[in-house]
């Protein structure tokens, strides 16, 4: 149980375009997700928490404008990388919690891999 | 947020106990030890959580130090299966969902 899926699992784009990436929990309600970035050979860093229904909270630095988030169901979020540049490549991942608080472990989904040219 | 300290990588040979050590000396009364480790090119997943007490899973152990500054993950055979980067993570409760990476440690399985 507690599956999380992500699609697609690898994008490879021109400079410029925008990339929506889904994040969907298969068998669990989360009314909570998160998404994370990882660059090569580095740890995983908190990008936002995703609230079913409001507002995302992105984390210091990151930039709202930029990665769009959208929370629109209890199993659906997504991620917009707007205006996409070869920075922004990367390996891009979420989680989903089945209920809120620190005793609920996070379940991932196996990550997209952004490739911008 | 409350930090931890790995190794940044071990190694273990197949079919050997393996003792993954985490340093949290500033953890707080209320803050709980989580483990999720990551295989190369997949998401994290979870692996155990604690307070005080050892905990056991299918997947592994925990070994949760008296005054609670260290942690010890233990898996009791290792497989080729095991090799990935284990995070130990302090879930802080005032944070509440958050989960905050460290570095962690990259687990080499020999055959």
């Known amino acids: 149980g507690a599956v999380v899926s992500q699609h697609p699992s690898r994008v490879i784009c021109k400079s410029g375009t925008s990339v929506k990436i889904e994040c969907r929990s298969l068998?669990?309600?989360?009314?909570?997700m998160f998404w994370y970035r990882q660059f090569p050979k580095q740890s995983l860093m908190l990008m936002a928490t995703s609230n079913e229904g409001s507002k995302a909270t992105y984390e210091q630095g990151v930039e709202k404008d930029k990665f769009l988030i959208n929370h629109a169901s209890l199993t659906l979020s997504t991620l917009t990388v707007t205006s996409a540049h070869p920075e922004d490549s990367s390996f891009y991942i979420c989680?989903?919690?089945?209920?809120?608080?620190?005793?609920?472990?996070?379940?991932f989904g196996d990550g997209t891999r952004l490739s911008i040219l | 947020d409350a930090k931890t300290t790995q190794p940044n990588s071990m190694e273990s040979n197949e079919e050997e106990p393996v003792h993954l050590p985490c340093n949290h000396s500033?953890?707080?009364?209320?803050?709980?030890i989580h483990w999720y480790r990551q295989l190369p090119s997949q998401g994290p997943e979870y692996v155990i959580h604690?307070?005080?007490s050892n905990v056991n899973n299918r997947m592994a152990s925990l070994a949760i130090a008296e005054d609670r500054k260290s942690s010890t993950l233990i898996l009791h055979r290792a497989t080729l299966r095991d090799a990935a980067v284990y995070y130990c993570?302090?879930?802080?409760?005032?944070?509440?969902?958050?989960?905050?990476f460290g570095t962690g440690t990259r687990l080499q399985v020999f055959p």
């Open positions: 989680s989903a919690q089945t209920g809120t608080g620190i005793l609920q472990p996070q379940h």
């Open positions: 993570i302090l879930r802080v409760y005032h944070n509440t969902d958050k989960l905050i």
């Open positions: 500033t953890i707080s009364g209320t803050d709980y």
């Open positions: 068998d669990f309600q989360a009314t909570t």
């Open positions: 604690g307070l005080t």
